[in-house]
C-alpha cells in the first residue's frame, strides 16, 4: 500500500516537473491603467546561461478601455557587457471585429507576445530588458503622452 502511494506521488512530483521552465516571470503596475510615453519598464533577469537559450515574452494586461486594436513597442535587451539590441514591436490585441485577444474573464486580458524565440545568449550573466509604449495616432510623428488601457506589463523568459 505505501509503494503505491509512494508511486503516484513520485509520478506527479515528475509530471509537474515536466511543464514549462519559467526562470523568470515579473509584471509591473501602471497607474490608473495609463501608460506614459517616458515610463520605461525595466527587468533585470535572473543569472543566465549562454548554454542555454529561451523564450522571452511580454505580457501585457489590458482593459476595455485600451482604444486600439494593436499595441507597439520598443525594447532593449542589455546584456551584462553592456552591449544593447532594440528592437520596434508590433502586435495585434484585437481581432477585427473588435474582439479582445488574449486570455481572462471580465474587463481584464492578459496577452502573452512573444518577444525572442529560442535565443542563444552571448555570455552568461544577468540582462536588462527595458519596454516602452511606442503608440502614436495616424498622421502625427508624435507619440502618445499617455496611453490609456494598460493596466501590467510583464516580462517571463522560459528554458527552451
Not at 509604449?133 to 508624435?142: D, L, P, S, T
Request: hydrophobic share 35%.
Amino acid at each position: 500500500m505505501h509503494r503505491g502511494i509512494l508511486l503516484i506521488f513520485l509520478s506527479s512530483l515528475f509530471l509537474l516537473g515536466c511543464g514549462n521552465h519559467i526562470e523568470f516571470s515579473e509584471f509591473r503596475p501602471l497607474e490608473n491603467g495609463r501608460w506614459a510615453r517616458d515610463d520605461v519598464k525595466e527587468f533585470k533577469t535572473p543569472e543566465l546561461n549562454a548554454e542555454q537559450s529561451y523564450d522571452m515574452y511580454i505580457n501585457i494586461r489590458n482593459d476595455h478601455s485600451f482604444p486600439y486594436s494593436n499595441l507597439f513597442l520598443i525594447t532593449e535587451l542589455e546584456s551584462p557587457e553592456g552591449e544593447t539590441v532594440r528592437d520596434t514591436l508590433e502586435y495585434v490585441m484585437a481581432e477585427a471585429d473588435g474582439t479582445w485577444l488574449g486570455k481572462g474573464y471580465g474587463s481584464i486580458k492578459e496577452n502573452k507576445l512573444w518577444y525572442k524565440e529560442n535565443i542563444n545568449l552571448p555570455v552568461s550573466g544577468v540582462y536588462t530588458i527595458r519596454i516602452e509604449q511606442a503608440m502614436r495616432k495616424n498622421g502625427n510623428v508624435e507619440g502618445l503622452s499617455e496611453l490609456q488601457g494598460i493596466t501590467d506589463v510583464g516580462l517571463e523568459i522560459e528554458r527552451h
